[in-house]
């Protein structure tokens, strides 16, 4: 708020270099702070968009850039998340946050050297207890439990005892191989909160994982957490497995459908549910379960599917389905030569507990989905803070004629406010003085239905519309108006050819008319004149408002270049190559008159100097297809087959014509490519039964 007011008072002084600055700073700041919002409600697609924007509007705001890679982090792009934190290392090897995120990175890539020496360095700026407790963690997995022990008595001596932290530190250690410290630390926990139904599940894998002896404790622990919260998938699926293990196959496939019933969608727990049915003679279900698996990890690359299709077959077979069975076996075969041995262990526990390490890692605190109503309202206040600074920038672009920048910053505006008044007004303005015709359409659609005797609107909304090829639309807007549309040439040039593209040949003689007497002697406005004529096939009027253009003004661009398209058309080959030289004498890089005056030298049997006119038209336009036809076209008759074929291929890669597919067909078959020839020849008759596309010798 502080930078948007101190915008505005350099604005109101007229200092509109420091408005401007201050405004991006105020905008970063609310991206910044909308994008947080977002990505803490986990909501990271649009938290990262919104912080990327904060990032590119200022890109040495470093909080941003590190809460960019945090939503990148906590939405599982890695490398993504890296890359932001170490761009503000980079410049500040110091940021405690950008070492801290640098160092998580790094441990959930398995880099614990890497993690401990970003975290240590981000411990001694911060005592952050995040920072601390991935620390620990890292130096575990380094087999350092000293020191990762220094670091949990620190966090336990400096708060009151905590049932979630003596879990946490349990956690740590079950999963990073120190079941013995694991159990000491969750039954802190239990005893500080009995009925903390977390705590005794974590316990229960803790004795779980310690093998078969300690299974009593750990079906204990499960049954006390399940009792508090009742279907827990960890608690369920590792009854099953350890009831499996004992070769109760109905009791672990009571567990394994509880287990599924909790809608984790883990395809492990129904392969296991398959497999404890299949044990217990239930053959049908065991199908039902199996292919439910199946179908769940996609059936293709699962390192369990060879077993499971074994299993599978095996089931079918006791049914009597034989057909089926073998099938199953077939492809479990086929499955286990393409995994060269990778299988799945039938009693291979899942990897939930590895999850819900990962989980503390990546997420942070958890968070409600729904916004409180204060959060709500911020959002609102900073939405409309966010459009007016837009609105206001676009401004001070809009007067230094930035017009591409204001009207980006008015499309920022409206999209966090489209009510703000007279914005589509500003923006499309700003786009059509910019010439992005397509972009300024849309908001002077909606202005001028708001405002319908807004002739300066309706003649930009007409002119885009004609500049992006849409007569009848440009028609539909200027017609109601036309004794109104001001003296400016363009403006009526525009209406003139869209009434005369629309049928309306009357309206589009009054309108050039009209330009002709407001600007007799303006030579571009006979040029344009004699383009309309040309385009409507008056050759003749053509000629005479061209002629016109150049006695104004004999260096008048594209004026010799538009009667040499009269004459072409006219089929006055002679006459059009010297219109084209004369264009080029005044513009030697004019490359449509060069294309043109290869057309004519080619129409005229002059080969190799239209070749040469070619190659140097693709020096400057290498993607030119028109050219690109013409040449390989040429080089066909010339018998340069292979340069033919290269030049034809990339015509019809950008612009696949008709006319530039008969030609391959022709060069393949000349080099002896037929069925090539053929499949060219089948895209010929295609597009020709299509409606005729253009003519590339115009």
């Known amino acids: 708020m502080t930078r948007f007011q101190s915008a505005q008072t350099f604005q109101l002084a007229g200092d509109y270099d420091r408005a401007a600055a201050e405004y991006r700073e105020a905008i970063a700041l609310a991206l910044e702070q909308l994008g947080n919002l ?58 405690s946050r950008a070492l801290n995120l640098a160092g998580k990175i790094f ?85 500080l909160d009995a009925k903390s139904a977390r705590s005794h599940i974590a316990l229960g894998l803790a004795y779980f994982l310690k093998g078969a002896d300690h299974y009593s404790a750990a079906r204990e622990e499960f049954l006390t957490g399940l009792a508090i919260t009742p279907g827990d998938y960890t608690a369920c699926y590792y009854n099953g497995v350890m009831a499996a293990a004992e070769k109760k196959p109905s009791e672990a496939a009571k567990w394994f459908e509880q287990a599924a019933a909790s809608g984790s969608g ?11 049915r299949f044990d217990a003679k ?161 908001p002077l659609e909606r202005q001028l239905q708001r405002t319908p005797g807004d002739l300066h609107i309706r003649e930009m909304l007409g002119v885009s519309y004609f500049m992006k090829d849409r007569f009848a639309d440009a028609s539909r807007v200027f017609t109601p108006e036309l004794d109104r549309l001001s003296g400016n ?52 009027e053509a000629v005479t408002e061209l002629s016109r253009a150049l006695e104004l003004d004999p260096k008048l661009p594209e004026a010799h270049y538009s009667r040499g398209i009269v004459r072409f058309k006219q089929g006055q080959m002679d006459e059009a190559a010297r219109e084209f030289q004369a264009e080029l004498a005044l513009n030697a890089n004019s490359l449509p008159s060069l294309y043109q005056l290869a057309v004519v030298r080619l129409a005229q049997q002059q080969r190799d100097e239209a070749i040469g006119l070619l190659k140097r038209v693709l020096q400057e336009s290498p993607g030119n297809p028109d050219a690109r036809y013409q040449l390989g076209k040429a080089l066909l008759e010339k018998g340069d087959v292979k340069g033919a ?18 030609q391959l067909s022709l060069a393949y078959r000349r080099d002896g490519r037929l069925p090539d020839a053929q499949q060219a020849l089948r895209m010929y008759e295609q597009l020709k039964r299509k409606p005729a596309s253009g003519n590339p010798a115009q």
């Open 38 to 95: 977002r990505v803490s409600h986990q909501d990271y697609a649009d938290g990262a968009g919104l912080l990327s924007q904060a990032v590119q509007i200022s890109p040495n705001l470093s909080d941003a850039r590190i809460d960019l890679g945090i939503a990148k982090f906590r939405a599982g792009d890695l490398e993504a998340a890296s890359a932001e934190a170490e761009a503000v290392l980079a410049k500040d090897t110091q940021n």
């Open 107 to 191: 441990f959930l890539q398995g880099n614990y050297e890497a993690a401990a020496e970003r975290l240590q360095k981000a411990l001694q700026l911060d005592p952050d207890f995040d920072i601390g407790y991935t620390l620990a963690l890292a130096q575990l997995e380094l087999k350092k439990p000293a020191e990762a022990g220094i670091i949990f008595d620190e966090m336990l001596n400096s708060s009151k005892p905590s049932s979630s932290l003596e879990a946490l530190i349990g956690i740590a250690y079950r999963e990073t191989g120190y079941p013995d410290q694991a159990i000491a630390h969750l039954k802190r926990s239990v005893a």
């Open 266 to 276: 883990d395809p492990d727990v129904y392969f296991r549910l398959g497999q404890a």
């Open 282 to 442: 239930d053959y049908e279900r065991a199908v039902a379960a199996l292919r439910r698996g199946l179908q769940l990890s996609q059936a293709a690359n699962g390192s369990g599917e060879p077993l499971v299709h074994e299993l599978l077959g095996k089931a079918l077979e006791a049914l009597g389905r034989n057909q089926e069975a073998q099938a199953e076996l077939d492809l479990a075969k086929r499955v286990r030569e393409r995994a060269a041995g990778d299988s799945r262990q039938a009693t291979q526990p899942a990897s939930s507990a590895q999850a819900e390490l990962r989980h503390i890692l990546l997420q942070g605190a958890t968070r409600q989905s729904d916004m409180t109503p204060q959060e709500d309202r911020f959002s609102k206040e900073t939405a409309a803070l966010l459009a007016q600074s837009y609105d206001n920038l676009g401004v001070i672009d809009a007067r230094a004629a930035r017009f591409a920048n204001a009207a980006s910053e008015f499309a920022q505006a409206a999209r966090w406010n489209p009510e703000l008044p007279d914005i589509d007004r500003k923006w499309g303005m700003a786009a059509f003085r910019a010439e992005q015709y397509d972009q300024a359409i849309p």
């Open 489 to 540: 040439a363009g403006v009526l040039y525009a209406a003139g050819v869209s009434l005369s593209r629309s049928g309306n040949s009357a309206g589009a003689a009054k309108m050039f008319a009209r330009m002709l007497k407001e600007n007799s002697n303006v030579p571009q406005v006979h040029l344009l004149l004699g383009q309309a004529h040309s385009e409507s096939g008056e050759y003749a």
């Open 645 to 662: 074929i290269e030049n034809l291929e990339a015509s019809v890669r950008t612009q696949p014509k008709d006319y530039s597919y008969y």
